[in-house]
C-alpha cells in the first residue's frame, strides 16, 4: 500500500460557513476561492471522532464543481485518515441513494453535494452537507461543532495525487486509502425493489390503461428513473423525461412545483394527458405527483400515502407513527388519528425525523415542501414517493384525483397553500420578523378583520428521544376556528433572503371541497400580509412562487 504523504496546508477562518437547514450552500463563485471548500471539508473532518480506518460515502446531484469538489474531497478524506472511500460513478449519488449506501455498507458517514432544489450551473448554487452514519442529516450539535471549527481553522490536510477516474467503476488507491467507485444506482434500486409489489406495478403498466410521465428536470434521478420505472417496470422509455443529468438542469430551475415544473404540467393538462405525472428535484429527495389535470399538494400526498399505506408490501403490517414538519398541513395528523397511532409536529428539517425513525417512533414522514420518506433510509426519497403512488393506483385502479377526493370525503379537506416570496432584502426580512416577534404577547384575544386570533407563539420542539431543544423555528397565528398561518424565513437559498409564508384552513364539510384553493384561503392571505406587513415592510405585491 503507498505511504500516506500529508500535506498541511496553512489557511485562515473564513467568515460565513454556518450549515444551514441541509448543509452549506452558497454560489458556486463562491465555493471557487482558494480554500473556501477545503476549510469547511477540514472542519468536518476536525469535528468527527474514531473515524480513522473508516469508511466515507461521497457523492452528489451532478451539478456545476461537483466533479472537482469530489476529487478535493477524496484527496482529504485520504489524508485525514479514512481508510475507504465510496463515490458514486461519475460523482452521482441522489440523496436518498446516498443514505442507503451509507447504510448498507456501515459507512461512518458520509458527504452529499447538493443544492437540492436551487439552480445550478457556473453561476448557480452549491452545497454539502455531512450525513451520519445512520444515513440522515447531521444533527444540530454536529453542524454546530463544524461551524465553531470553521472558525477557529488554521490548516487542512491534504495529499498530492492525480484525479481519480469517476466514470470507471472499480478501486484504485489515494496515498493508502481505498477509493472504490460504485454504480450510482444499484444499492437504493434493489432497496426500493423490496418494499413494493412491483409485479402488480408492471401489470397496470402493461394493461394499456395506463400512461404515465416522469419529469427527470435534467436532475439526478434520470438515471434511477430510468432503472427503475423503464428497465424494472417496464414503462415505455419515453415515459422518462429529461433524463439526462446535466451539470446547469439544462437552464431550469430543479423544483418540482407547479412553477418550476412547467413543462409537466402542461404535459398532465393537455389534450392527450398522461394518467399520472411526477417529478423530482436536483439531488433527488423531493417530489411533485400530478394526476391528469389534478394537482397533488405534499401535505395530501403524505396523508394519502398514510391512509392507503396497507396496500404496499412494506407497510401492510401497520405504521408504528406518522411525523410532519410544523409547517405542513395536519392532514396526515387526521389519518394518524382515524389509524390510532402517534403523530409527531417537528421543526424543518430531515434532520429532526432521523431520532424518531431510529427510535423506532414513526415509519412515514414528510415536509410541505415536497419531501416524503419512510425508514428505510434517513432522508427523503423522490422515487420512493414516485413508487408508493404507483403501487396504489395499481391495487386501487382508480385516478390519482379520485383518490384524493375519496380521502377528501373521509377525512375532511385541509385547504393549504405555501407563498415563497425569494430574494427578499435580508434586512427588509428580518425586520418583517422582528415585527412578528413584538406581537406575539398582544395578538392573541384580537379580531382582525373578523378573524379572532387565539394563539401566536414562535415554534419551539423538544426532542422525544434525546431532550434536546430547537427554538426560533417559525412563527405561528393560530385563529380561533382552526386556521393558521406560520411565517418561517427559509435556510435553503443562496440570495438574499426567502419569506415563506403557510396558509392552512380546515374544511370538513364535502360540499365546500371544490373550491379553488388561493379563493379558499383569500381571507387568510389578506391577513397575513395586514399582520405581518408584506407589501409594506418587502415591497413584494405578489408570492414568487405559490404551491
Given at each position: 500500500m503507498a505511504t500516506r504523504t500529508v500535506l498541511t496546508v496553512p489557511t485562515q477562518p473564513i467568515a460565513g460557513q454556518r450549515p444551514g437547514t441541509s448543509g452549506l450552500r452558497k454560489k458556486v463563485t463562491v465555493f471557487e476561492q482558494p480554500g473556501y471548500l477545503e476549510n469547511f471539508v477540514q472542519s468536518i473532518f476536525d469535528s468527527l471522532e474514531g473515524f480513522a480506518g473508516q469508511t466515507l460515502v461521497v457523492g452528489g446531484d451532478g451539478r456545476y464543481y461537483n466533479d472537482r469538489a469530489i476529487q478535493t474531497i477524496v484527496r482529504m478524506a485520504a489524508a485525514n485518515g479514512f481508510g475507504r472511500v465510496l463515490v458514486g460513478q461519475h460523482g452521482i449519488l441522489s440523496t436518498p441513494a446516498a443514505s442507503c449506501v451509507i447504510r448498507?455498507?456501515?459507512?461512518?458517514?458520509?458527504?452529499?453535494?447538493?443544492?437540492?432544489?436551487?439552480?445550478?450551473?457556473?453561476?448557480?448554487?452549491?452545497?454539502?452537507?455531512?450525513?451520519?452514519?445512520?444515513?440522515?442529516?447531521?444533527?444540530?450539535?454536529?453542524?454546530?461543532?463544524?461551524y465553531a471549527h470553521t472558525?477557529?481553522?488554521?490548516?487542512?490536510?491534504?495529499?498530492?495525487?492525480?484525479?481519480?477516474?469517476?466514470g470507471d467503476i472499480?478501486?484504485?488507491?489515494?496515498?493508502?486509502?481505498?477509493?472504490?467507485?460504485?454504480?450510482?444506482?444499484?444499492?437504493?434500486?434493489?432497496?426500493?425493489?423490496?418494499?413494493?409489489?412491483?409485479?402488480?406495478?408492471?401489470?397496470?403498466?402493461?394493461?394499456?390503461?395506463?400512461?404515465?410521465?416522469?419529469?427527470?428536470?435534467?436532475?439526478?434521478?434520470?438515471?434511477?428513473?430510468?432503472?427503475?420505472?423503464?428497465?424494472?417496470?417496464?414503462?415505455?422509455?419515453?415515459?422518462?423525461?429529461?433524463?439526462?443529468?446535466?451539470?446547469?438542469?439544462?437552464?431550469?430551475?430543479?423544483?418540482?412545483?407547479?412553477?418550476?415544473?412547467?413543462?409537466?404540467?402542461?404535459?398532465?393538462?393537455?389534450?392527450?394527458?398522461?394518467?399520472?405525472?411526477?417529478?423530482?428535484?436536483?439531488?433527488?429527495?423531493?417530489?411533485?405527483?400530478?394526476?391528469?389535470?389534478?394537482?397533488?399538494t405534499p401535505s395530501d400526498s403524505l396523508a394519502v400515502l398514510a391512509a392507503n399505506a396497507h396496500l404496499v408490501p412494506a407497510y401492510a403490517g401497520g405504521l408504528k407513527g406518522l411525523a410532519r414538519s410544523m409547517p405542513t398541513s395536519a392532514a396526515v395528523d387526521r389519518v394518524a388519528a382515524a389509524l390510532g397511532i402517534a403523530c409527531f409536529e417537528t421543526p424543518t428539517?430531515?434532520?429532526?425525523?432521523?431520532?424518531?425513525?431510529?427510535?423506532?417512533?414513526?415509519?412515514?414522514?414528510g415536509e410541505e415542501s415536497a419531501g416524503t420518506g419512510a425508514d428505510h433510509v434517513r432522508e427523503k426519497d423522490g422515487l420512493w414517493a414516485v413508487l408508493f403512488w404507483l403501487n396504489i393506483l395499481a391495487v386501487r385502479r382508480q385516478s390519482v384525483e379520485a383518490i384524493v377526493r375519496e380521502h377528501w370525503q373521509r377525512f375532511g379537506r385541509n385547504y393549504y397553500s405555501r407563498h415563497d416570496y425569494e430574494g427578499v432584502d435580508s434586512a427588509a426580512a428580518n425586520g418583517l420578523m422582528a415585527h412578528l416577534h413584538a406581537q406575539l404577547a398582544s395578538l392573541p384575544g384580537q379580531t382582525i378583520d373578523g378573524a379572532l386570533i387565539a394563539s401566536a407563539d414562535d415554534f419551539a420542539y423538544t426532542d422525544p428521544v434525546d431532550g434536546?431543544?430547537?427554538?426560533?423555528?417559525?412563527?405561528?397565528?393560530g385563529l380561533a376556528d382552526g386556521a393558521r398561518i406560520v411565517f418561517r424565513l427559509s435556510g435553503t437559498g443562496t440570495e438574499g433572503a426567502t419569506l415563506r409564508v403557510y396558509l392552512e384552513r380546515y374544511e370538513p364539510d364535502a360540499t365546500q371541497h371544490a373550491i379553488e384553493t388561493q379563493q379558499a384561503l383569500a381571507g387568510l392571505i389578506a391577513l397575513a400580509d395586514r399582520i405581518a406587513g408584506i407589501r409594506e415592510r418587502t415591497g413584494r405585491t405578489t408570492p414568487t412562487v405559490i404551491t
Open positions: 448498507k455498507h456501515q459507512a461512518f458517514g458520509g458527504i452529499i453535494l447538493s443544492a437540492s432544489h436551487n439552480p445550478g450551473g457556473p453561476e448557480g448554487d452549491f452545497g454539502i452537507k455531512y450525513n451520519t452514519g445512520n444515513g440522515g442529516p447531521a444533527p444540530e450539535k454536529i453542524t454546530e461543532a463544524i472558525q477557529k481553522l488554521g490548516r487542512y490536510l491534504t495529499v498530492d495525487t492525480p484525479d481519480i477516474a469517476l472499480g478501486e484504485c488507491e489515494v496515498a493508502g486509502t481505498k477509493v472504490i467507485v460504485i454504480d450510482s444506482v444499484a444499492d437504493h434500486a434493489a432497496l426500493l425493489g423490496t418494499l413494493f409489489d412491483f409485479d402488480a406495478i408492471r401489470a397496470l403498466l402493461a394493461s394499456g390503461d395506463f400512461r404515465l410521465c416522469f419529469d427527470a428536470m435534467h436532475a439526478v434521478t434520470g438515471p434511477y428513473a430510468h432503472a427503475l420505472i423503464v428497465k424494472a417496470l417496464g414503462a415505455p422509455a419515453a415515459s422518462v423525461v429529461n433524463g439526462v443529468p446535466l451539470s446547469d438542469f439544462g437552464g431550469g430551475h430543479p423544483d418540482p412545483n407547479p412553477t418550476y415544473a412547467e413543462e409537466l404540467i402542461q404535459t398532465m393538462f393537455g389534450d392527450d394527458a398522461p394518467d399520472f405525472g411526477a417529478a423530482s428535484d436536483g439531488d433527488g429527495d423531493r417530489n411533485m405527483i400530478v394526476g391528469r389535470r389534478f394537482i397533488v428539517g430531515w434532520k429532526f425525523f432521523g431520532n424518531l425513525l431510529d427510535a423506532g417512533k414513526i415509519t412515514l414522514c434536546s431543544v430547537s427554538t426560533g423555528q417559525g412563527i405561528r397565528i
